[in-house]
């Protein structure tokens, strides 16, 4: 009963200190594979790196502890960081404290869906997700989180549009404005690192060689380099007028926003009393701020883009004073420090005593030292309600992501893995996390694969790496200042190239075409509609369950006669002659409401094309089960071939159908004698019944009496 609630303890029944030296050896491995990635898949979900430290810390320890895997390796991973970043998106300004407490309440949900999927043993409910879609999905995603990287290699700042692939285009035209080659040659030099030493030796932490050289360079070349100036230091009055326009729109804004929130309120009271004309009246303010607050976003948007286009000389007058030129309008006699300088812009007002001038390229900067202040998630009902459905679907693909990769690694150690227990342990991770400052995580491909080769035995690795992290978090995150942006950039990059599987695409084509269709239409839409990814989920799910639908509405009927090697076969596939006195009829799969009405139809086909049908045989072989409806069908179909006189017989009916027919009195109805234990005793049974007066001289079905009557 303990092990039941904690499968932990099941971890020492045969525990050794040898053990034990293989699990800590292989937990530290993978933390320092862990604690870089999960910085960087942290500014993946808009979030500040360090949240990736504290999605680190809680989740790989809680989801080894209570989960059944014991090599899987949990913590921040790139699609679920994708996914957050889409869910959180339409709801706060990336990296603002409204977003990061959402991501918080998004683990929340995560978690708390996830466990009451496992305490109520509804792991199968992941099969919704169908691997073609999770494929197509993947390959999109793969592709989403690794251009979405691109702006901090060119090492320039753009708005995110409506769509993906608008923001990249955004991307590509200030990267031709101006690219800061120092920034990305520093993440190319980390990205051949990694691919280096990865193909020179896998069991070397590349990702942590990366991280550490190119900090270490960043560091002594100052690769940072900026400044704190006044407005007065930049020598054009048209820079300092876009300014003063951008600070003004986004102060505009505020007041308007709190007028609002106010008219919200009362348009719900309004709405509670029914006054009907007050209720027209606040829509029509409503309506026109909104129009005010849009446009002045959009002129703040269109301020933010010139200011970021600026590109500046910089001239020192003393050590302490700087002027800013925009590039080429100083004078010829002016000698300049030989940087390109730009502003620093982002979606709050401009300091105008204390703007940020760069020359240098992006560093993770300030990590607050210590661990994350544990408090209760702050939930608001709207917001609940806005991330359900974002909630649900990262919930199931997080856990099939981190099934996968358990199943995976359980065919090599020959574990037994319990799906819902990989759920509970799952969810207490995503919940529990969410105390710690955690936004949703989930099993890692690539650290758990470190995780295993490097010998882990039990879950317990996963307890070392958390520990790890909380040393790093205590005394080490200084050492972190100096780590490029970039190279973040570099990492993700690094880790979704083992996503893209073409291959995935080639596999469902061979299997079903249709499976092969809905991969490719759901990686299509995918990168269409991103950064809302769920609608890629939900056409892709939407799909397979139209497919499935269709397919158990309108099952395979088909007539079967004699092939060459006296087998019975499709005669419509095969092209082989039939029986014009008796039809053998296969029905494949459950006969219910929705499909019932199918085989009726095709019954009454084949009466109305063959006028000499004496009997029809349905093989049941394939009917594993039938409802009310497919009962009541049957009943009907009987009652139409005997008015017909046309009689009806059946074979190879199972005990789950055969206890249905019992209990309804179909099987009276129908006749004992008229239920056969195989398709080729009912030949044989009704062939002279249903040959009399005959004028065939060649009948396919005829072979099969010959070796009956031969056996006899």
């Known amino acids: 009963m303990l092990v039941r609630f904690f499968p932990f303890l099941a971890w020492f029944k045969s525990y050794t200190v040898q053990t034990l030296r293989n699990d800590g050896l292989a937990g530290l491995t993978v933390a320092l594979v862990l604690i870089p990635q999960s910085m960087a898949y942290a500014q993946l979900a808009g979030l500040p790196p360090y949240y990736g430290l504290y999605a680190a810390f809680l989740p790989p320890m809680l989801a080894a502890l209570f989960g059944s895997s014991r090599q899987l390796a949990t913590g921040p991973v790139a699609v679920v960081s994708l996914m957050t ?3 959180l998106e339409p709801l706060a300004t990336k990296g603002s404290p409204g977003y990061i407490s959402y991501a918080i309440v998004l683990a929340l949900m995560v978690g708390g869906f996830q466990f009451l999927l496992g305490i109520l043993r509804l792991g199968l409910v992941v099969n919704f997700l169908s691997h073609p879609v999770v494929n197509g999905f993947t390959n999109a995603a793969a592709i989403i989180i690794a251009t979405s990287q691109l702006s901090k290699m060119f090492g320039v700042s753009v708005d995110e549009a409506t769509h993906h692939y608008e923001t990249i285009i955004r991307v590509l035209k200030a990267s031709y404005h101006y690219t800061h080659w120092p920034t990305f040659f520093m993440g190319a030099f980390a990205f051949t690192i990694m691919y280096g030493l990865k193909r020179l030796n896998p069991k070397i932490p590349n990702v942590l060689v990366a991280v550490v050289v190119t900090t270490v360079i960043s560091w002594a070349t100052g690769f940072e380099h900026n400044m704190s100036v006044e407005i007065h230091a930049i020598q054009d009055v048209q820079v300092q ?27 719900e009271q309004e709405k ?33 883009e010139t200011l970021r286009s600026y590109l500046f000389d910089g001239v020192k007058k003393s050590d302490t004073i700087y002027q800013f030129f925009p590039k080429g309008q100083q004078s010829n006699n002016v000698e300049t420090d030989g940087r390109t300088w730009r502003l620093r812009v982002g979606n709050n007002p401009l300091k105008i005593n204390s703007l940020t001038m760069m020359s240098g ?17 702050e939930l608001q009902l709207n917001i609940v309600l806005n991330l359900l459905p974002f909630a649900a ?63 882990a035995v039990t879950g317990l690795s996963s307890v070392f790496t958390s520990f790890a992290v909380v040393i790093t978090l205590l005394c080490l995150t200084p050492l972190l200042y100096h780590l490029p942006q970039s190279v973040l950039a570099a990492v993700i990059m690094m880790a979704v190239i083992g996503l893209i599987n073409i291959s995935g695409f080639v596999h469902a084509w061979r299997a079903q075409r249709h499976d092969g269709i809905i991969s490719i239409i759901s990686f299509v839409c995918t990168l269409i509609f991103a950064p809302h990814l769920d609608k890629g989920i ?20 088909a007539s079967l006669s004699r092939h060459d090697d006296e087998t019975l076969k499709d005669a419509l596939t095969h092209n082989l002659m039939e029986c014009k006195y008796i039809d053998l009829i296969s029905f494949e799969g459950t006969l219910f409401f929705a499909n019932a009405s199918y085989l009726e139809d095709k019954i009454n086909e084949r009466i109305q094309n063959n006028k000499t049908l004496n009997h029809i045989i349905i093989a049941a072989n394939g009917i594993n089960d039938m409802d ?18 046309i009689d009806v017989s059946f074979c190879g009916i199972n005990e789950t159908v055969m206890t249905v027919l019992k209990r309804t009195h179909l099987y009276e109805k129908i006749g004992q ?40």
């Open 85 to 87: 970043a889409a869910s």
């Open 241 to 267: 007028d876009n300014i003063q326009r951008f600070n003004n729109a986004l102060a505009d804004i505020e007041p308007l926003s709190k007028k609002r929130t106010e008219l919200t309120k009362l348009l």
């Open 272 to 304: 509670s009393h029914h006054n009907l004309i007050n209720i027209e009246e606040t829509l029509s303010d409503l309506k026109i701020i909104n129009i005010q607050i849009n446009l002045l976003k959009k002129e703040a948007g269109l301020q933010k």
């Open 361 to 377: 390229g992006q560093v993770v900067g300030t990590i607050p030292k210590g661990l994350p202040q544990f408090s209760m998630p």
């Open 393 to 455: 679907i990262i919930s199931l693909l997080g856990f099939m992501e981190a099934i996968s990769i358990a199943k995976a690694m359980a065919a090599i150690t020959g574990q037994r893995l319990d799906p819902n227990q990989e759920l509970i342990g799952q969810g207490i991770a995503n919940m529990l996390g969410a105390f710690g400052q955690s936004y949703p995580s989930s099993g890692s491909f690539s650290r758990s694969a470190v995780n295993l080769q490097s010998g």
């Open 538 to 557: 939900m056409v892709g799910v939407v799909l397979s369950l139209g497919v499935f639908l269709y397919k158990n509405m309108r099952p395979k009927v």
């Open 628 to 645: 009310a409806s497919g009962e009541e069908t049957l009943s009907l179909i009987v009652d139409r071939l005997r008015s017909a006189r």
């Open 673 to 712: 004698d008229h239920f056969y234990p195989s398709m080729e005793t009912a030949i044989y049974s009704v062939y002279e019944t249903a040959h009399r007066d005959s004028k065939e001289k060649d009948c396919p079905l005829a072979v099969v009496c010959r070796l009956i009557r031969q056996e006899k």
